[in-house]
């Protein structure tokens, strides 16, 4: 196989990876690692710097269009943006220091638990109306449009969800992920944000997050143009795609099916781990 | 909420806010793309080898690194100019907000977005812990 092969061969996977990604709410990045070292032997290091450019362009191409909505809150996610950009120093200089082996196990439990999350029902409840002290402090409560005209919300667990935050971020530069599964949680369940706002606001805060972890793998020399480049074309194009038909459409069943894929991916990334194959 | 400045209201913002990104978005992928037409037409016929990992060579390591290596029309330079430009989106997004939380006159918020910057500034200019 050459380059040119190569290149396409990877370009068309990341574009289907993206496609499902966002058509299923995902998240593309999650599969490209898997996808460059389980199937193309790409060794870990160059799949995670890839992947977390590709993610940077995934996140800045959906935000664009969320944030003109009015949905994401630009408060909560700069003030969770000191906790994940922290965190994702730390994941950046622990990738260097952890076995590529130990990386994969890791990576084989964020998708394993990943698609775990996924299966769950989100259940929109317990909705507060007392404003917390520190979301007060922070004017973080804020409203959002929905079809009966604007609803105020509060917020609460800051702490909880800044602490949340920072594991997020320590993930996303560890593995090259946008650990948006995280975020979400961190959001929804400690933070008691509407679904759309934590949403928008993690997808927005990812980009953020995924710069400061790339930052430190440009000066290590894990992002490789060659590599980098059908990676991030072909994830952009496809999350693009994905989010054009997001809305009116059910994907009940292509999200079990991802889900599934990324179980399995999540397993076969543990097991070549723990046998020593990556 | 009482604003001081009611030209720069939340809603505003995020109108640039989603602009700058879409902006930075199309101009590292086309660059991304510039760089991988000469790339492929270059280095196609090659047989890749990623199973090993060397590291790049410093010349793609650094902002002053792939500029150097851009001027003199490397196709994997411009490819990674591209990934720099996309690095460099959200750090423009972090900027004007900094800027707006200014015109906001929201100390709390100018001081949170600058710690962001912070980490992000030092990230990128070969940062490590």
Redesign the interface.
């Given at each position: 196989m050459n380059i040119l092969e190569f290149t396409t061969l990877i370009w068309l996977g990341s574009l289907v990876a993206g496609f499902l990604g966002s058509l299923t709410g995902l998240g593309g990045g999650v599969v490209i690692v898997p996808l460059l070292t389980l199937a193309f032997g790409v060794d870990i290091r160059y799949a995670i710097g890839a992947s977390l450019v590709s993610v940077i362009a995934t996140s800045s191409g959906a935000a664009a269009a969320y944030v003109r909505e009015g949905f994401s809150n630009i408060r909560i996610g700069m003030f969770l943006e000191i906790a994940t950009t922290l965190g994702a120093l730390v994941g950046a200089a622990l990738s260097s220091t952890l076995s590529t082996q130990i990386l994969a196990v890791i990576f084989g439990a964020v998708l394993v638990y990943s698609a775990f999350l996924s299966g769950r029902r989100r259940e929109e409840d317990h909705r507060i109306d007392k404003p917390d002290p520190w979301a007060t402090l922070l004017k973080l409560d804020a409203s959002y449009p929905t079809r009966d005209g604007k609803v105020q919300y509060h917020v609460r667990g800051i702490p909880g969800g800044f602490s949340l935050m920072f594991v997020a971020g320590t993930l996303s530069g560890l593995l090259g992920i946008g650990s948006g599964a995280v975020k979400v949680l961190a959001m929804d369940q400690a933070m008691r944000l509407p679904f759309k706002v934590s949403t928008t606001t993690s997808n927005f805060m990812i980009g953020v997050t995924a710069a400061a972890g790339a930052g430190v793998y440009l000066s290590r020399g894990y992002i490789d143009p060659g590599l980098a480049m059908p990676v991030v074309l072909g994830v952009l194009i496809g999350s693009l795609l994905g989010a054009r038909i997001l809305f009116g459409t059910k994907t009940r069943l292509l999200r079990i099916i991802f889900a599934l894929v990324i179980l399995a991916l999540g397993i076969e990334m543990i097991y070549n781990g723990l046998a020593g194959k990556l | 909420?009482v604003r001081k400045s009611t030209d720069w209201t939340?809603?505003r913002?995020?109108?640039i806010?989603?602009?700058i990104?879409?902006i930075?978005?199309i101009a590292?992928?086309s660059v991304?793309?510039l760089?991988?037409i000469l790339?492929?037409g270059r280095?196609?016929?090659?047989?890749?080898h990623?199973?090993?990992?060397h590291?790049?060579?410093a010349n793609?390591?650094?902002v002053s690194g792939v500029m150097k290596s851009v001027l003199s029309f490397h196709?994997?330079?411009l490819?990674?100019l591209?990934?720099?430009l996309?690095?460099?989106?959200?750090?423009a997004?972090?900027v004007f907000?900094i800027i707006a939380f200014a015109l906001q006159r929201?100390r709390?918020?100018i001081l949170?977005?600058l710690?962001?910057l912070g980490?992000?500034t030092?990230?990128?200019?070969?940062?490590?812990?």
């Open positions: - | 909420m939340d809603g913002l995020e109108k806010v989603g602009r990104l879409q930075g978005v590292a992928a991304v793309l760089g991988g790339y492929l280095y196609g016929s090659v047989s890749p990623y199973d090993v990992f590291g790049e060579p793609l390591r650094s196709a994997r330079g490819i990674q591209g990934v720099l996309l690095i460099a989106t959200p750090i997004r972090v907000s929201d709390t918020y949170v977005t710690i962001v980490v992000l030092y990230s990128l200019f070969g940062g490590g812990l």
